[in-house]
Each structure stands twice: as structure tokens, then as C-alpha cells.
């Protein structure tokens, strides 16, 4: 079969270098260049200072640094503070008001697709996608673990969506939603902070066989676990595995992949996600967007090891390189707001 998919990296990826200043925006542009990621994913709140007041300056050195290296500025992560006044939450008029002003952002920075965050309403993301329609940019839902498709508040924006026909919405699903198996590097960490292993195995196996982790934390709890162990079975809960061909039923409205991962091994697979399934489903699909890498690990091994987020990234683009070389690929001329049918 023919594809159409880009491959890309969220900035996100390498927060820990960000965060120790062992790397800049232009390092991390440049590594994804180098690994033939060339679309580029920003979270401006992470990458920008002065966030929301973003100088000319700063822009110019952004769409110069994209044409250094070859890249191109495809997608922008915003979030929507609701509670950014003391004492009250945003107006339903202020937070369409914050996200306009991200698409104004996005389209100085040149990205179309913009991440709206999961606990975004959909009634705000139904008016403000007019503004977003005429600025020629994507507004698209996040869909995250322990969210998917048919979820009570998924189901509201697609509600919006059928109703308003506009090609401004549609979706981006965080690949966290398919965690087959419990990530390896967040049961190591949680033994090398003195967890008792048979409760590690218990949440570990719980959540492998598929089972119901929702007792997992009484369970623990009742077991005489601590806060470690308890925090783990917490942890299970926030992981989610469906079926990757659930991606099907939404395809025609995906128009960007945030490819998250906890742990590339030396075998050059993700420990916990089938990404050999999911690029075949999304092939099958007819997905015409990018694969973004979105590095989560880091966390889980901090406190033991080097954190080598371009390692991982690195990693991670040769498994792309390999699943998607199975399929013919078909030239792309750049994201549009329009997809292809």
C-alpha cells in the first residue's frame, strides 16, 4: 500500500535537555534534521520566553533557524489556563479570546495544526473555529490516555464537529492511548524507590492480562503498600490500550500523530506500544500527516541514569524508517487545511 506520512519531532521530547540547558531550540531542530524528522512541533509555553508576548525577534530567529536545517514549522501545543485569575475561571468569551490569540501566535510561527488540549470544551473549540477557518489553520483535539474516541467528553466535540461540518476541527491522538503493555521504565523506577516487587508485579501483570486496574490502588493499599506502590497502580489507570484499528473510525478527521513513547530498547521497538500495528492502520487509513515524536521516559529514569533524549528520538526514527519502508511512499507537498479524500 501507498502512504502519504511525514515523520516529524515535538520539541517536548527533549525537555530534560531544555530543562539543564544542555540543548536549544536550534540544537534540537538540528538533530531533527539530521534523523529526517522535518516537521517541527513547538509548545510555546516549554520554548519561548515571554510566552504569551512573543517579540518579532524571536520569530524572525525561528523561521530562520527552519530554513537552516530544511525543516518546516508544522504544529503548535497550546493550553487553555482556566484558572488563570484568583478565585474564578475564565468566561467561556475568555477562553475563546485565549484561543485565538494562539492562532495568531501559530500563524506568525508558520504551524497549521495547533493541539488543543483535552480539557478543552468543545463548545469553545466550536467558536473559535470560525477565526481559525479564516487564518487557514487546523484546530485539533488531543485525544490522550485515558480518553478515546468514545468517551462521554470526546463524544460532545464530535457532536460539534458533525454539526458545523468545518474543516478547522478534527483530532490529534496522543499514541499513548495504545499502551499494550506497562512501561518498563516506570516499574524500574518505582523498585529502584523501594517498592515491594510482588505488589509491582501484581499492578504489572493487572495491567498486561488487560484486567481491571480500577481496584488496583485499594488493592495495593489493602496490601499494605506505601505510597510508592500506590502511586504505581495510580499510574496504571492513566495508561489506556485499545485496539489500534479504533484509529480507523476517526481518520478522515486525524490529521497529526503524536507519536508518544517511554522507551526505544536496543532492539530498536517501543517496549509498551505496538508501533508496527499502528502504522499499518494508519496506512490502511489513508493517514496523510506526520508521525511527531514525543518523548515521555525521561521521567521514569532521571533519577538513576543520563537522561539521552536524542538517543531515544534517534531510535525511534530508524523504527519509523523501518515500518514505513514496508509501504510505498507518495511525495508530499505540505500540510494544507484541506485533506485529500
Known amino acids: 500500500m501507498t502512504h502519504r506520512i511525514t515523520r516529524g519531532v515535538s520539541l517536548y521530547s527533549f525537555q530534560e535537555e531544555f530543562f539543564l540547558r544542555t540543548m536549544t531550540i536550534r540544537d534540537a531542530v538540528a538533530v531533527a534534521a539530521?534523523?529526517?524528522?522535518?516537521?517541527?512541533?513547538?509548545?510555546?509555553?516549554?520554548?519561548?520566553?515571554?510566552f504569551p508576548h512573543v517579540t518579532d525577534a524571536w520569530v524572525e530567529q525561528w523561521h530562520a533557524t527552519m530554513a537552516e536545517f530544511g525543516t518546516r514549522p508544522l504544529a503548535y501545543d497550546f493550553f487553555l489556563d482556566t484558572l488563570r485569575h484568583p478565585g474564578r475561571r475564565l468566561t467561556h468569551e475568555e477562553q475563546v479570546a485565549s484561543v485565538r490569540r494562539d492562532v495568531d501566535l501559530a500563524v506568525r510561527l508558520g504551524t497549521t495544526m495547533l493541539r488543543a488540549i483535552i480539557s478543552t470544551p468543545a463548545e469553545v473549540l466550536r467558536d473559535a473555529a470560525p477565526y481559525a477557518e479564516e487564518a487557514g489553520v487546523r484546530l485539533l483535539l488531543e485525544v490522550h490516555a485515558p480518553f478515546h474516541y468514545r468517551h462521554p467528553w470526546v463524544l460532545q466535540h464530535l457532536e460539534v464537529m458533525d454539526a458545523?461540518?468545518?474543516?478547522?476541527?478534527?483530532?490529534?491522538?496522543?499514541?499513548?492511548?495504545f499502551v499494550e503493555r506497562f512501561p518498563r521504565v516506570a516499574s524500574e523506577r518505582a523498585l529502584r524507590e523501594g517498592a515491594r516487587k510482588d505488589l509491582v508485579d501484581l499492578v504489572v501483570k493487572t495491567y498486561d492480562d488487560h484486567g481491571d486496574v480500577h481496584g488496583l490502588m485499594d488493592t495495593v493499599g489493602y496490601s499494605g503498600g506505601g505510597?510508592?506502590?500506590?502511586?504505581?497502580?495510580?499510574?496504571?489507570?492513566?495508561?489506556?490500550?485499545?485496539?489500534p484499528r479504533m484509529l480507523l473510525e476517526q481518520m478522515h478527521r486525524t490529521h497529526h500523530v503524536q507519536a508518544k513513547f517511554y522507551?526505544?530498547?536496543?532492539?530498536?521497538?517501543?517496549?509498551?506500544?505496538?508501533y508496527d500495528r499502528i502504522v499499518d492502520v494508519l496506512v490502511e487509513g489513508g493517514y496523510q500527516g506526520c508521525l511527531s515524536s514525543e518523548y515521555e521516559g525521561n521521567r521514569h529514569v532521571q533519577d538513576a541514569f543520563p537522561?539521552?533524549?536524542v538517543e531515544q528520538v534517534t531510535r525511534q526514527h530508524a523504527m519509523f524508517e523501518?515500518?514505513?519502508?514496508?509501504h510505498e511512499s507518495v511525495p508530499t507537498t505540505g500540510p494544507t487545511t484541506e485533506q485529500e479524500g
Not at 523501518?322 to 514496508?326: F, H, Q, V
Open 34 to 50: 539530521r534523523i529526517g524528522a522535518r516537521d517541527i512541533e513547538i509548545i510555546p509555553e516549554q520554548s519561548i520566553p515571554g
Open 307 to 309: 537522561v539521552d533524549s
Open 263 to 274: 522507551e526505544m530498547t536496543d532492539d530498536g521497538v517501543e517496549y509498551s506500544i505496538p
Open 322 to 326: 523501518r515500518l514505513l519502508s514496508r
Open 164 to 177: 458545523l461540518d468545518s474543516p478547522a476541527l478534527g483530532f490529534m491522538p496522543d499514541m499513548g492511548c
Open 227 to 243: 505510597p510508592v506502590e500506590v502511586g504505581l497502580a495510580r499510574q496504571a489507570t492513566h495508561y489506556t490500550w485499545r485496539d
